[in-house]
Nanobody, 113 residues
Framework: VRLVESGGGTVQSGGSLRLSCIGS????????MNWYRQPPGKEREFVAA????????NFANFAKGRFTISRDNAKNTVYLQMNDLKPDDTAVYFC???????WGQGIQVTVSS
């Protein structure tokens, strides 16, 4: 099982980024996929989730209205579109397949003020 994130980087406050995560080694379309993040000096926290079909999503309160989650099962890829980014969104973001307890290596997102 492998999860590989991409799309991170540094952006100014108010900007946008789209994270991608490609999964392999498991039946991607059958799995709920999550995004978590770990801000500097803080615990990891849930960001968003999406069902296997992509029909339903769930978001942490801080992500509602700013982040969207989607997936393309033909490409074994899940996305996190982040808009109106704030300095508090600075964190390492992780792609997670919770049913099989698999985590990506994480990718840095830095939002400058």
């Amino acid at each position: 099982v492998r999860l590989v994130e991409s799309g991170g980087g540094t952006v100014q406050s108010g900007g946008s980024l789209r994270l991608s995560c490609i999964g392999s080694g498991f039946t991607f379309s059958s799995n709920i996929m999550n995004w978590y993040r770990q801000p500097p000096g803080k615990e990891r926290e849930f960001v968003a989730a999406i069902t296997g079909s992509g029909q339903y999503g769930n978001f942490a309160n801080f992500a509602k209205g700013r982040f969207t989650i989607s997936r393309d099962n033909a490409k074994n890829t899940v996305y996190l579109q982040m808009n109106d980014l704030k300095p508090d969104d600075t964190a390492v973001y992780f792609c997670v397949a919770p049913t099989i307890n698999s985590w990506g290596q994480g990718i840095q997102v830095t939002v400058s003020s």
